[in-house]
Nanobody
Framework: QVQLVESGGGLVQPGGSLRLSCAAS????????MGWYRQAPGKQRELVAA???????NYADSVKGRFTISRDNAKNMVYLQMNSLKPEDTARYYC??????????????WGQGTQVTVSS
């Protein structure tokens, strides 16, 4: 089993920045793609950013140039640096782990989320 715990959310003004953190309970990054999703009330959950075991990244068009996903393998941590925040970024943000063929399990893992609110 893997537990994912997010932190770093909060209230920030438009144009501000936040750094979200995701702590994994064990070393999984060599076999799992890690991602950040977000979900606002009444909307579908969407992928914001992801990073593969090889280090490749991808982002939603709405956050390109503003958000950066990174990973610290030694600390079992994944981060999402969010800059130039907009009110439309307001959502609950979730950390996820997707197994690759290298994983011994085919389970998806999901954190409980952390709330990000962008408002003046």
């Amino acid at each position: 089993q893997v537990q994912l715990v997010e932190s770093g959310g909060g209230l920030v003004q438009p144009g501000g920045s936040l750094r979200l953190s995701c702590a994994a309970s064990r070393s999984i990054f060599s076999a799992y793609a890690m991602g950040w999703y977000r979900q606002a009330p009444g909307k579908q959950r969407e992928l914001v950013a992801a990073i593969t075991p090889g280090g490749s990244t991808n982002y939603a068009d709405s956050v390109k140039g503003r958000f950066t996903i990174s990973r610290d393998n030694a600390k079992n941590m994944v981060y999402l640096q969010m800059n130039s925040l907009k009110p439309e970024d307001t959502a609950r943000y979730y950390c996820s782990a997707r197994p690759t063929v290298l994983a011994s399990s085919n389970k998806y893992y999901w954190g409980q989320g952390t709330q990000v609110t962008v408002s003046s």
